[in-house]
């Protein structure tokens, strides 16, 4: 990223008021530790220029590149990572390979070793593909032994360059929903169980006070703002940074050296965008069942994969969302007394049955005003 748009970011963003003390800077762009590690030292102070507002620092990583001084870095700026691994060895390495085609499971392990060594949580992005699909207990058992703070899997998707998912056929919905159903099985019958944000999420759905969702973090204008390298802005999902339309051009709605963030959100094109994905969320509030767990998609799958955000479901969402609740779903009925059911709203039961780790489940992750500054 250019300094002259870091600069603008400072400015235009974590020093107004648009900033609040729980936003998240992320760093998320091909591997972020591609670049040295006193980069972003120089970053982060611009960033900060030295007012304190800038708090929670995360990085995306698949940790090849993590060493000494990068573990300085992470303690200095009290940043979390984020590691990508897919799975055990064997799965890893089917996908994530380096430039000159060899797996990359040694190296991620050795960083996680590193992390484990230093005393630094970190958490974990899994992709889930096709390839998964048979081997829900080895995954379970690779990453309880692994024990990240916090483990999401990530469904393969077909969006930007990834033109095809393995996963987008009408057959892989049930493997899907077995696949999950299977998790959160073994985690719930673990004396010791992980913190898996899928499960999380749908536990936080069924106890959640607070009633139907208002919508998903990337349906709503300004939590999430993406800042490319050369200042391009995307808003929503942070995909359509890198989105390209037919006529060749971004999917982006601005550029931060040549606009105030105000006029950004205040723009024909973000009032427009707007409006769409907000047609998009109603269609699914109206239609859907899944809406209280999912809260009306990702508008960067439903332009991918319909070329429009007034839509409601997608192939994205039907594997996602839809088939993943209902696998956990299913583990939840399966692990409740026969007596009980979530619907009845036996909410101490569920706690203490299924959810041993409630106590850091929020009421509802979906309600929370988070916003999210990712930065490439
Ligand atoms: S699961 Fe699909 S159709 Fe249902 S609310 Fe989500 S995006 Fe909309």
Not at 259 to 277: H, M, W
Request: glycine share 8%; net charge neutral.
């Amino acid at each position: 990223m250019l300094v002259p748009v870091l600069r603008r970011v400072a400015t235009e963003i974590i020093q107004s008021e648009y900033w609040r003390p729980s936003s998240l800077v992320l760093w998320h762009a091909g591997e972020p530790m591609s670049i040295g590690h006193d980069w972003y030292r120089n970053a982060h102070k611009i960033l900060d220029g030295g007012t304190g507002r800038v708090r929670r620092i995360q990085f995306q990583s698949n940790a090849t590149l993590l060493d000494e001084p990068w573990i300085e870095l992470l303690s200095e700026s009290k940043a979390g990572i984020g590691v990508s691994v897919d799975g055990p060895e064997w799965l890893h390495n089917l996908h994530r390979k380096d430039r000159s085609g060899r797996g990359t499971f040694d190296g991620a392990m050795r960083g996680v070793e590193r992390l484990k060594a230093a005393g630094i949580p970190f958490t974990v992005i899994a992709t889930v593909t096709r390839n998964s699909l048979d081997a829900p207990d080895e995954i379970f058992d690779f990453f309880h032994a692994l024990r990240p703070q916090k483990l999401a899997f990530s469904i393969e998707e077909a969006e930007g360059a990834n033109v095809r998912s393995s996963l987008y056929e009408i057959e892989t919905m049930s493997r899907v929903e077995e696949f999950f159903r299977q998790i959160a099985t073994r985690n719930f019958a673990h004396a010791d169980p992980l913190r898996i944000r899928e499960i999380e999420g749908v536990i936080a759905g069924l106890i959640s006070p607070v009633g139907r969702l208002e919508g998903s973090q990337e349906t709503q204008l300004g939590r999430i703002v993406a800042i490319g390298a050369t200042g391009n802005v995307a808003l929503f999902s942070p995909e359509l940074l890198t989105t390209v339309r037919g006529d060749g051009s971004y999917e982006t709605v601005g550029n931060i050296l040549q606009q105030t963030l105000s006029e950004i959100f205040a723009s024909d094109a973000v009032l427009k965008q707007k409006e769409l994905i907000e047609f998009g969320v109603r269609l699914c509030r109206n239609t859907c069942g899944f809406f209280d767990q999912c809260g009306g998609g990702s508008p960067a799958n439903k332009l991918f994969e319909t070329g429009r955000y007034d839509v409601n479901e997608t192939w994205y969402c039907r594997i996602a969302r839809q088939a993943t609740v209902r696998g956990i779903e299913v583990a939840i009925q399966q692990a409740m007394p026969k007596s009980s059911t979530p619907e009845m709203g036996n909410l101490g039961v569920l706690k203490r049955r299924v959810a041993p780790q409630s106590s850091h489940i929020p009421p509802n992750p979906r309600h929370s005003k988070q916003q999210l500054i990712i930065l490439q």
